[in-house]
């Protein structure tokens, strides 16, 4: 059964230093997705992407954070500068197509800024 | 990759009971709703989903109600089975937008 699948497993990195997560979304799907999840509290959206470009997003998603798929199967979220309360488990997701589509996540990121 | 506060809700339930887990949504704009489970160390896994136009929707072993009435969902499992051991999410979706929203979660134990 296909799968989103994510790189790296754990990240470890120096605050204001730039980090690059790595997702591959399920092949044929069109829509993907990046979501948070600090330590026990609720996952939360950031954003989605859409035809090479962002459809939506949230306010948490501010100037630090940029989406790219730099070619057929990778989608990749940048945190520039990173900062202490970055660190949070990263989830890529992705669905097939328009309109209501159940959201497929990968395993997650777990990015600890030190 | 687990909700792990202190303030998680816990279900717990012996080996083969019917469980049911419960949410409460908070836009009445919302249209279709989906029930996540996450084990620890993994991404939230898909189990079953429901639109707004439903009030019931049954899986294998799983059933979602859907009470837009009082904006309240819930989720039954059927003879539960340590497997079944998890933190369980509702995430809404709001109509003409593709961003879920989750709630806080509850934690299932299953006693063998």
């Known amino acids: 059964e296909p799968e989103v699948t994510q790189t790296p497993s754990h990240q470890v990195t120096q605050m204001g230093q730039e980090v690059i997560l790595r997702c591959v979304p399920i092949?044929?799907?069109?829509?993907f997705y990046w979501y948070r999840q600090i330590l026990g509290q609720k996952v939360e959206f950031l954003v989605s992407f859409y035809n090479n470009e962002i459809s939506e997003k949230s306010e948490i998603f501010d100037d630090q954070f940029s989406v790219e798929r730099p070619d057929g199967s990778n989608f990749t979220l940048k945190i520039r500068s990173t900062k202490l309360e970055d660190s949070a488990m990263y989830f890529c997701?992705?669905?097939?197509?328009?309109?209501?589509?159940?959201?497929?996540f990968g395993p997650g990121t777990r990015l600890t800024v030190l | 990759g687990e909700s792990v506060g202190l303030h998680l809700p816990t279900l717990s339930v012996q080996e083969g009971d019917n469980s049911i887990i419960n949410c409460a949504y908070s836009n009445s704009a919302s249209d279709y709703f989906i029930w996540y489970k996450q084990e620890s160390g993994k991404g939230p896994q898909f189990i079953i989903d429901?639109?707004?136009?439903?009030d019931k929707r049954q899986g294998q072993r799983v059933t979602v109600l859907l009470n837009k009435t009082v904006k309240h969902l819930s989720l039954q499992i059927a003879a539960t089975q340590p497997g079944d051991s998890a933190v369980y999410f509702c995430a809404e979706n709001i109509t003409g937008r593709r961003a879920l929203t989750f709630g806080s979660g509850t934690r299932l134990q299953v006693q063998p």
């Open positions: 429901i639109r707004s136009n439903m």
């Open positions: 092949s044929n799907h069109l829509y």
């Open positions: 997701a992705s669905s097939p197509r328009q309109g209501k589509d159940t959201q497929y």
